[in-house]
């Protein structure tokens, strides 16, 4: 069950949006009670309540906005336990205090906005003391270890417990509680009122990670990323499940250079059969595959990785995409010996997209030139693939056929900028920019206006996305879906 947190100033607007939550079938709702901006009415709040509720008022260093006395934030709780409301939060220190009384039943609670304690199993046996029905402990998540040993806790509870590590990196405490063994998991009501860190939006964790269906047999797949909020695979993997039925979800992890390891050797324990990964991981991964195909092996860096039994495999599907992709624009058949000889190619960028093409286009027999802001860098992917790194100013005196932009440069919400300028294009140069957001990126008006032929970012994401897909599942990707699924997420008001 998901708990929808409502924090607003007015008790008509909470109100209404309590109604509009229960029409979508909320089944309960959280009311903060602090973030009322005067005296509360429990009466205009309860009564007639369209679902059961959380009575809390959060004190500020709780991470709340209560800003009257003590007593009167006391005398609030004890009001709403006499009025008969469904559950009350207390905090530990003060819930000896607040004595049970009818139905209603207690939720203990601790917050903690700057760690995860080392003790969580005396906090939770001393929060159990204090005569709670459900236990509930919030702290903040420094490296993925926290997550680790706070789902341990509440797999091993005795009593009821919801413990959730905050901020990006807790996200996997939120979306898993209920296969943990919690009661229920926190969302909220809009992204817009940020009354916890890394709270998700309550239609994200009903409708995109299908909460409320997740069971034991669910397989779980995810992204690694630093950061990991901004991505869009979460999106793409999980809608596709639910077209073809598949009883998985796909979960962002924010994991740091320093906790890779941490996070892999406990991917199996997890119940994680597999993962996209990026940026900062793509080399790092590979480290970590005891078998990795050849194409991932000569560009060193993985993006994806599949765990089966004992076995890690590795798997590079940007450069399996993005080579469709260039040989499809440029009508090269499968099996052509040496497809590009007498080609050459500007791949604008050294990072992890970069090296996967300029090895893909190395491997064809094409020239490539590698062009990125830091020279060093440059020279040491084109020392690294064999092939030449020219200076960033040179980048517009080549004479090639092929532009390839591998840096964010036109990502949203730098959409007014391009890698490249337009006169230095014309018909005769194919231009591939891998920024998907948006697809119509400004180096992608000016090669339409040069009447270029282009690839934009969303052909290749959709196309690395189905081949990870199909290395997940073992079955296709719905392509179509996909890509209809990552223009709406990238370009909404278009489409509207």
């Known amino acids: ?96 205090q607040i004595p049970r009384y009818g139905t209603t039943k207690r939720i203990i609670s601790y917050h903690n906005f700057e760690e995860t304690p080392e003790n969580l199993e005396e906090l939770h046996a001393a929060m159990a003391e204090e005569d709670a029905d459900i236990i509930k402990i919030a702290t903040m998540a420094n490296a993925f270890d926290d997550n680790l040993r706070m ?96 009883n998985a979800r796909y979960l962002p992890f924010r994991i740091p250079k320093s906790d890779l390891r941490t996070f892999l050797i406990h991917c199996k324990e997890l119940g994680i059969e597999g993962l996209s990964v990026t940026i900062p991981h793509k080399e790092g991964a590979l480290q970590h595959c005891n078998r990795a195909e050849s194409s991932a092996t000569g560009i060193g860096a993985v993006n994806t990785m599949v765990f089966q039994d004992k076995d890690v495999y590795g798997y590079n599907t940007d450069y399996r995409a993005a080579m469709d992709c260039i040989e499809e624009l440029f009508k090269i058949k499968k099996g052509t010996e040496r497809p590009m000889q007498g080609m050459t190619a500007l791949v604008m960028g050294a990072g992890g997209v970069s090296r996967a093409i300029a090895w893909g286009l190395k491997q064809r027999q094409c020239e490539v030139l590698i062009a ?61 920019d891998t920024v998907y957001n948006p697809e119509n990126t400004l180096l992608i008006k000016y090669a339409k206006k040069a009447e270029c032929r282009i690839i934009t970012g969303i052909d290749m994401f959709v196309r690395q996305a189905a081949y990870q897909y199909k290395l997940f599942t073992g079955k296709d990707g719905p392509s179509d879906l996909m890509r209809k699924t990552i223009k709406e997420a990238t370009n909404p008001v278009q489409l509207n």
């Not at 960033?392 to 007014?416: K, S």
Request: glycine fraction near 6%; aromatic fraction near 6%; include cysteine.
């Open 1 to 96: 069950m998901i708990c929808v947190t409502l924090g607003r100033a007015r008790h008509t607007k909470m109100i209404n949006e309590h109604k509009e939550l229960a029409d979508q079938g909320a089944e309960l709702v959280e009311l903060r009670t602090d973030y009322i901006g005067r005296a509360v009415s429990l009466k205009r709040l309860l009564d007639n309540r369209p679902t059961p509720v959380v009575v809390t008022a959060r004190r500020r260093e709780d991470g709340g906005r209560w800003l009257k006395t003590e007593v009167e934030r006391m005398t609030l709780l004890r009001s709403a336990i006499a009025a008969g409301v469904e559950y009350v939060d207390i905090e530990a220190d003060v819930a000896a």
């Open 151 to 246: 789902m341990d806790l509440v797999k091993n509870a005795k009593i009821p417990t919801i413990g959730i590590c905050m901020g990006e990196m807790g996200m996997i405490t939120r979306i898993l509680s209920a296969k943990l063994g919690s009661p229920f998991t926190y969302a909220t009501f809009s992204k817009d009122k940020k009354i916890a860190p890394g709270l998700l939006e309550w239609k994200e964790m009903k409708s995109l990670y299908r909460y409320n269906e997740i069971n034991d047999e669910t397989a779980l797949f995810g992204v690694v990323a630093d950061p990991v909020a901004h991505s869009y695979s979460p999106m793409i993997h999980n809608r596709a499940f639910q077209d073809q039925g598949i």
């Open 372 to 432: 990125s802001r830091t020279l060093e860098r440059s020279q040491i992917l084109a020392a690294e693939i064999g092939c030449r790194a020219i200076e960033w100013d040179q980048r517009h005196d080549q004479r090639i056929n092929l532009l390839v932009n591998g840096t964010p440069v036109g990502m949203h919400p730098d959409v007014d900028r391009s890698p490249f300028d337009a006169d230095a294009l014309n018909q005769f140069v194919a231009v591939f």
